[in-house]
């Protein structure tokens, strides 16, 4: 079964500078040319070569604007600003591959769940069914007030939503036109049979939506969705709703990706689903060498070059938190940490030796993302995960396509001798190379609203 084998996917955005910020400045990567479809193209099709699953596209709709109480850093340093949208880049690379998946993500913040169901099934009809969905909800207060709310909603209201936003978008993909809706009968110059075409009439808190959907049917009606919240309301809402979950725990402790593994299942069970229904990707940025040595080097290069700043003012963001109160450069041990909030004074905390600066610190957790080696080193990592439960991996760049490019030269030929990476794709949508099928289960929420 397909399920069996390790699931690739590239992580990037359509920025400059995605996670590993500082490293956009180097020759060996195009980062700067993000603005131009050749290096999205090219992308494509060397994911496709080393036989990937999809490219993750990532997104944020607002700047990382506390640390130190502006968006400064974020700007000076490209951090996710500049940041273009990433749907637009789909058609060209779907029309330059066969196989290949895209996931954008989609916040349920952004658009109105009428034009982005619309946008979402042009889209898996243009890819042919290739098409997946990272819904998320947002966590930039700029967000939140770029897009007409007074600041962001509070979290439990913005997972509100997004279930009432998937229930909107569900009823438009599901079972507004029956699947022999359409007829394009020539002959009789009859297109689609009105009576098999249904309004939604949804009337709900957030959403009114009258329906029918716009669009006939695509591929794989809804697209296969990707979910990577972390929150009990967030596990919540991936035990209904996700079919593919994006982790980014420490590469440290194979136990806390695990964990998160079991708990969603468990949660998915509880709610009627399979716990095979949801795969799982850990993120991890490959370093490859041809030998051990070459491999550190690399990784000593890229921790040296990486912004310390652009870095904390990216956690800041996340975190919602501004970093920017901690002084950069002395001892952890000797930091007021009890004047500090509680989630600052957690990360110090968590710091093995306190003679770390807190510069150090932030390096230490953006090196904890490598894994560094010689492709065999790699491959056995990967491995071991596979074999302790991670579905996949999301392979998150330092230089791109570098980082990419290594990986598949290096670490997929050995994967792909030991049986673990596909060679060939199965023929069909995303969903059938992935799952085996090529519509959302009975046991999933979106089921509920198909007809007959
Ligand atoms: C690995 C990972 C990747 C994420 N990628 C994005 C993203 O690209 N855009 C975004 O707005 N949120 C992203 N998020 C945020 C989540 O989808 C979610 O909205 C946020 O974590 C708040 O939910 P939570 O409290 O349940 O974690 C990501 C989260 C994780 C853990």
């Known amino acids: 079964m397909p399920q069996k084998r390790i699931h690739l996917n590239a992580f990037s955005m359509n920025c400059v500078s995605h996670i590993q910020h500082g490293l956009w400045t180097r020759p060996d990567t195009r980062q700067l040319e993000f ?50 949208d990433p749907m637009m880049l789909i058609p060209a690379m779907a029309h330059a591959t066969e196989h290949l998946g895209f996931a954008f993500t989609s916040s349920v913040l952004q658009a109105l769940p009428f034009t982005f169901a619309r946008q979402a099934s042009t889209l898996d009809h243009l890819t042919q069914g290739r098409l997946a969905w990272n819904v998320v909800t947002s966590y930039l207060p700029n967000a ?82 990707f979910q990577a919240g ?9 035990a209904k709703h996700a079919e593919c979950v994006f982790i980014y725990a420490s590469l440290r402790n194979l136990r806390d ?53 652009g870095g904390i003012a990216h956690m800041s963001g996340t975190i919602g938190v501004d970093l920017g109160v901690i002084d950069l450069d002395v001892p952890l041990d000797s930091l007021e940490i009890n004047a500090m909030q509680g989630i600052i004074k957690g990360l ?40 302790a439960g991670v579905d996949g991996f999301n392979i998150v760049y330092a230089v791109t396509p570098g980082t990419f490019a290594d990986f598949i030269d290096g670490v997929v030929p050995v994967l792909r001798r030991r049986g673990l990476v596909q060679s060939e794709y199965t023929p069909g949508t995303l969903r059938e190379k992935i799952f085996g099928r090529k519509l959302l289960p009975e046991s999933h929420a979106a089921a509920a609203y198909r007809r007959g």
């Open 257 to 309: 990706t695990t964990s998160i593994i079991e708990d969603i299942r468990a949660r998915a069970v509880r709610q009627g689903r399979q716990g095979e229904d949801i795969l799982f990707f850990q993120g991890v940025t490959p370093v490859v060498g041809g030998t051990e040595a070459e491999a550190k080097a690399k990784e000593a290069e890229y921790i040296e070059q990486g912004s310390v700043e």
């Open 144 to 225: 939140g007030t770029n897009l007409g709310y007074d600041g962001l909603p509070p979290h439990d209201e913005r997972y509100a939503r997004a279930e009432e936003y998937l229930d909107v978008t569900y009823k438009l993909w599901e079972g507004s036109w029956e699947d022999d809706a359409v007829l394009s009968d020539t002959a009789r110059g009859i297109y689609a049979d009105p009576a098999k075409i249904h309004p939604i009439n949804h009337s709900g808190k957030y959403y009114q939506v009258a329906g029918p959907h716009l669009c006939e049917p695509s591929p794989q009606r809804t697209p296969l969705l």
């Open 230 to 238: 972390s929150s009990d309301r967030g596990r919540e809402f991936a």
């Open 35 to 84: 603005n131009r479809l050749e290096p999205w193209i090219e992308l494509a099709q060397l994911l496709e070569k080393g036989g990937f699953d999809a490219l993750f596209l990532a997104d944020v709709i607002g700047t990382y604007d506390n640390y130190r109480g502006s968006a400064e850093t974020s700007i000076a340093e490209a951090m996710q600003i500049p940041v273009n």
């Open 348 to 387: 110090i905390d968590s710091a093995p030796d306190k003679s770390l600066t807190f510069r150090d610190l932030v390096r230490k957790r953006s090196s904890g993302r490598f894994l560094t080696g010689t492709p065999e080193q790699i491959a056995d990592t990967f491995e071991a995960w596979h074999e």
